[in-house]
């Protein structure tokens, strides 16, 4: 009976990015080479490289896939017929929990060799996306704001947001005895962080 590692699978690309995905939550992107992802999947050492060039590109492509997920909250969050002001609130929400949730993966897509020493450009073209769903929340609570007002409040938002996910993902901002929640002060630095964005 034949040991070799089969080549092809039905799916193998599919196969590939949910197991390197598992690996990341679990692990985190580091110590992912193409050898254990194949080892993963139960195929040759070869096989990943008929679908990603090298392990550079399978990072990206599992990138690419955490900002489709992320943004497809976002998009369903713009969609509704709520005010600005609480369309902001969910996306802030949204980002936050994202990040709790996939830790590992949100490293990756923001803080990784994908976007150090230079951002990727099809990840710059997702964070853009991004960018415009919150700067549009904002500017539509507030008819009448210039170009240049819109863009420094979205700044300030998006820096309370990604700021208070990236210390908490860090380790920097842990629960205490007697104060809030984690949960709780998350909801209170999204607030903060629309007070800082809509404040005349």
Known sequence: MSTKKPYHKEDLRGDLLRAGRAWVEAHGHLGLSMRILAQQVGVSPGAPYHHFPDRRAFLLA??????????????????????????????????????????????????????SPALDPDLLAFQQIGHAAVR????????????????????????????FASMRRKGVIRPMPGAMTTADLAGAIVERAIVAALAG
């Open 62 to 115: 599992l990138a690419l896939d955490g900002f489709r997920e992320m943004l497809a909250r976002s998009d369903a969050v713009a969609a509704t017929a709520d005010h600005p002001a609480d369309k902001l609130r969910a996306l802030g929400t949204q980002f936050i929990r994202f990040a709790e949730e996939n830790p590992h993966l949100v490293d990756l897509m923001y803080e990784s060799e994908l976007t």
């Open 136 to 163: 549009a929340a904002v500017a539509a609570s507030m008819p009448g704001l210039d170009g240049e007002a819109a863009d420094l409040r979205t700044l300030a938002f998006w820096s309370a947001i990604y700021g």
